[in-house]
């Protein structure tokens, strides 16, 4: 690729960076109405990066908040009060981070959407505990971010780093690679995530490590370096956008044939896609988080596409904003309001079973004193492969994250022609058949590797293991 050709794509790549975070910000103007309700507002706070390095995902999250408030307050509200928000920007700068809080409080947000990078999140707990104000980050998925301390107070969906680096490792030895190079950015937010999850993926060898600014206009001299240490795979983390398709489309180029794995920022910024060279996105990987067999999905696709028009995309973001909303919703309702902080920390921590937008078609979200990570088990995630139009195409044939069903108050785990899960064995289960070949165990009495036992027979979802030893 010459210079004038990198830098007339890095131009458009800025200018369409622009476009998404002005976009973003004109969605942030449209501010909720009452809609048919008719009581005193509820206020709540969102902090918003719609400017800064998260702004590429906060904006499409922050554009669902908003519609889903505007869905719920025309539907009545929430105790018959309309939802009123008001917001702020931290722009995923952590020293920002205290005084934007402040301020929403300060407006009389009862309850924060924290809608940032995970830096800038993780700086947010101490006030939010100083504030006494229970969060939700939507879109978070680093781990420590709802670990102690000060995380009384704060609560995420989706499933972390942790579940990240179990399904990465399944992918990787469903596909036989041992070795893997990594190239990410050098945000705040990426730096938190990487140290999370690389020090993770123990089941694999890291050959090399390149890390490039976020707004970086030439890739080519850290994927060379990548492709002299030989690696079996390629990991990208970042943000996404503008570097992530410079990156995507410098390995297309330079390391064509090498298999490409991916956070979810790609998969879920489709104003990106169309920015890829012709082909340069096909057979990317990334963890994904939608799976359009779940029947909430879909209709949340529907209402998308009404209000955005049919060729809208639905993403990762705009799920777990829309549930972020309903669990909030849900937890108002249970609490009888909104005056009582404590109650309502505690209603939230009452939510058991709220079936989930995102992720497969059982999945669901559950929180408790002790667990202020939602996720019910792996089955939030799926591995999503991009085809030759550089859209994503499907599930990855290769390896897809297993998924539990509660049985008789064990988790009974699946997995079609996967192994067993690292994480998860137990003794063996007994299974009515089904078309299609799975392996299935439970999580029982048996709690060694070597104590395991592994069961296959004909069987498949929706048909559930019902008897066991």
Known sequence: MGVSTTSRIVSCLALAALTVAGCGNKAGDEKPSNGT???APIIIGLDEDSTGSGASYSTIAGKTIRLAIQDVNDKGGVLGRPLQLVVENDESDPTKVPAVLQKLASQGAKALFLQSGSAAILQAKSTLTQLGLPAIAPTGVTATLVQPPDNELIYMLANT???WAQVYCGAFKAANITKIGVLTDDTTTIAALDKALLPSLSCVQIVA???GAANASDLSAQVARLKNANPD???VTSVGGAFE??????????????KR???????NQ?????LAAPGALEGLIFMGSINTANPRTQELVKLLQTKYGKDYDITAYDAQAWDSVHVLKQAIEKAGGVDDSKKLNEAIQSIKGYPATFGQANFTLSFGADKHLGADGPCGLSLIEFGADNKP?????????PCAKQVGGKQVWASCNSGCPPWRWGVSSACSRWPTTWSWWVRGSSTSRSGRTRWSAACAPPTWCSTRR
């Open 161 to 163: 780093t942790t579940d």
């Open 270 to 274: 489709p104003s990106s896609w169309k």
């Open 261 to 267: 794995f991916s956070l979810a920022s790609i998969g």
């Open 37 to 39: 309700a008719s009581g």
């Open 393 to 401: 195409k499907g599930p990855w044939a290769t390896f897809q994250p």
């Open 209 to 211: 490590t390149e890390k």
């Open 233 to 235: 795979a390629i990991l």
């Open 245 to 258: 398709v410079l990156a995507q489309n410098t390995l297309g180029s330079q390391m064509k044939g090498t």
